[in-house]
């Protein structure tokens, strides 16, 4: 009977089990910044970052750093995600950037003017690749700008953040 609920639920590849999947991986490191590390009290925002603040829960961010040893698995890695974000059921394109291995792009889940997820994402041969899942209620594309204009105008709870120096280290 479990097997049968747990059947019953979407089974299609998505970006949270992605997430989920990759966790535990080596050279994988996934983590939630949630929206308590912007600390807006001393930036003087307008309304309209104030409402998209509003709707910001978290970041959910998944990097896999190269192995030069083994690009193979980067390979794999960057089409796999690019598989799940075809599947246009699920993720509207937003814009694409660069090219072939390396470049990126942005989609997002829901309709233009109730986005609940953005995802971007990012690789580069050398370096790796990331996947960052913007999570929220009602936001629309225009608000991913707004919400990095309020990033820079806030401080950031670095303690929060301690966690990312082992993950960050060469």
Same mark, same amino acid.
Request: charged share 20%; net charge negative; aromatic share 0%.
């Given at each position: 009977l479990l097997c049968l609920a747990l059947y019953g639920c979407h089974s299609e590849p998505s970006m949270q089990k992605y997430f989920v999947a990759h966790q535990q991986k080596p050279g994988f490191s996934v983590f939630d910044i949630p929206s308590s590390v912007i600390n807006t009290e001393k930036a003087q925002l307008t309304e309209e970052q104030k409402r998209v603040l509003g709707t910001f829960k978290k970041l959910n961010v998944l990097f896999y750093k190269a192995d030069p040893k083994n690009p193979k698995v980067m390979d794999e890695e960057q089409q796999q995600v690019r598989q799940i974000l075809k599947d246009t059921t699920q993720y509207q394109p937003l814009i694409k950037f660069g090219s072939g291995k390396e470049g990126g792009s942005i989609s997002f889940v829901g309709t233009e003017d109730h986005v609940d997820e953005l995802i971007l994402f990012g690789s580069k041969k050398a370096?790796?690749?990331?996947?960052?899942?913007?999570?929220?209620?009602?936001? $629309?594309?225009?608000?991913?700008?707004? #919400?990095?204009?309020? *990033?820079?105008?806030?401080?950031? $709870?670095?303690?929060?953040?301690?966690? #990312?120096?082992?993950? *960050?280290?060469?």
């Open positions: 370096g790796g690749m990331a996947v960052i899942r913007v999570l929220g209620d009602n936001m $629309n594309p225009a608000d991913a700008m707004t #919400l990095l204009s309020v *990033l820079q105008k806030s401080e950031v $709870n670095l303690q929060q953040l301690e966690p #990312l120096k082992d993950i *960050l280290k060469p």
